[in-house]
C-alpha cells in the first residue's frame, strides 16, 4: 500500500532541487534575451607571418591584409560569445610581405565576456590554414590563435558595433605563425 501522506507534501530535498532547478533556467532565460543579437562580422586587419624557406632556398613571410566573415553562434552575457568564420590574407611585395602568397584560414574562436561595454575581451580560437604561393610548396595544417581585444562603444544605439583586436597565431608551419591587427565591425 502507498503511504499517501508521503505523496502529498515533497521532500526538502525535492523542493531544493527544484528550486535551484527552476533559478539556473530563470538565469539562463534572462540571460539570452539580454544577449546581443549579431548575425555575422566583418574583420579588416593586417597580418606578419614568420619566416619560412621557399622553393630557393631564401627566406620568406606572408604579410599584408586580411578580410575575414564570420557568424556567432552562441553570445551570453556571462559565458561570452563563440563564432565560426574564414579569412583570406593576400601577401606580396606591394604589402611588406617577403613573397606573393595567400593564406587561407577557416576558424572558430571563442571571446571572452566583458565586464562593461569599454572593458578588454580575451580570444582563443583554432583554425585550418592552408597558404599557397607562387614560390612554396602548398602548406596546409592546424593553427591556434591568443589575442585580446577592446570593444568600442557605439555613438548612436543600434549601430554596428567595433573592435579592436590584437591576435599572435601559432601552428604546426611557419607561414601561420605571426601577429595580427584587425578591427571588426559586427552587424
Do not use: C
Request: glycine share 16%.
Amino acid at each position: 500500500m502507498v503511504d499517501a501522506e508521503a505523496w502529498s507534501s515533497p521532500s526538502d530535498e525535492a523542493m531544493r532541487k527544484l528550486l535551484a532547478l527552476t533559478g539556473m533556467s530563470v538565469v539562463l532565460a534572462a540571460a539570452a534575451s539580454a544577449a546581443p543579437i549579431t548575425p555575422f562580422t566583418i574583420y579588416g586587419g593586417y597580418f606578419r607571418g614568420n619566416t619560412f624557406t621557399n622553393r630557393a632556398g631564401a627566406g620568406v613571410h606572408l604579410a599584408g591584409p586580411e578580410l575575414g566573415i564570420q557568424q556567432s553562434l552562441l553570445s551570453l552575457p556571462l559565458v561570452g560569445q563563440v563564432d565560426v568564420g574564414a579569412s583570406a590574407l593576400f601577401s606580396g611585395s606591394g604589402f611588406g610581405g617577403g613573397d606573393s602568397g595567400n593564406l587561407y584560414r577557416l576558424y572558430a574562436q571563442y571571446k571572452s565576456p566583458t565586464a562593461g561595454p569599454n572593458s578588454i575581451y580575451g580570444i582563443a580560437g583554432l583554425s585550418f590554414n592552408w597558404a599557397q604561393g607562387s614560390s612554396f610548396d602548398s602548406q596546409h595544417g592546424i593553427a591556434t590563435e591568443f589575442g585580446i581585444g577592446f570593444p568600442i562603444k557605439a555613438p548612436l544605439p543600434g549601430a554596428p558595433g567595433i573592435g579592436l583586436e590584437a591576435r599572435y597565431r601559432s601552428g604546426s608551419k611557419s607561414a601561420f605563425r605571426g601577429i595580427g591587427l584587425g578591427v571588426t565591425v559586427s552587424f
